[in-house]
């Protein structure tokens, strides 16, 4: 039994309607998306502990002999060029609270 023109095509018709998917329903994630982007990503955040609190002096302290460490002044070219730009050898302390993992501790002066 043969079909007809007409019935293949509405065969065809409704078999293409049934492959089609329906919109998704609209959501807000234009401005989830924008409010992500405004965000630094979640490995450039500070911790809340670390917001809230005065760094640990022992971190600090820890960070600060690394940079000054003889291993670090071999490959620190910044360090080093300051440290022999000085007559008696010294570092200005706001040159090491410049750095970024003594801002992300929010190291002081102090």
């Not at 302390?93 to 501790?105: G, P, R, T, V, Y």
């Amino acid at each position: 039994m043969a079909t007809s023109e007409p019935d293949a095509a509405a065969a065809a018709a409704s078999e293409a309607a049934a492959k089609r998917k329906e919109p998704e329903p609209a959501t807000d994630a234009p401005q989830e998306e924008k409010k992500a982007a405004d965000q630094p990503p979640e490995a450039k955040r500070p911790k809340v502990a670390a917001a809230t609190a005065s760094p640990e002096p022992a971190v600090v302290k820890k960070q600060v002999e690394y940079y000054l460490s003889d291993e670090n002044l071999r490959h620190d070219r910044f360090f080093s060029e300051k440290i022999a730009g000085d007559t008696e050898g010294w570092l200005d302390m706001s040159l090491i609270l410049s750095c970024n993992k003594m801002k992300a501790m929010r190291a002081t002066k102090e």
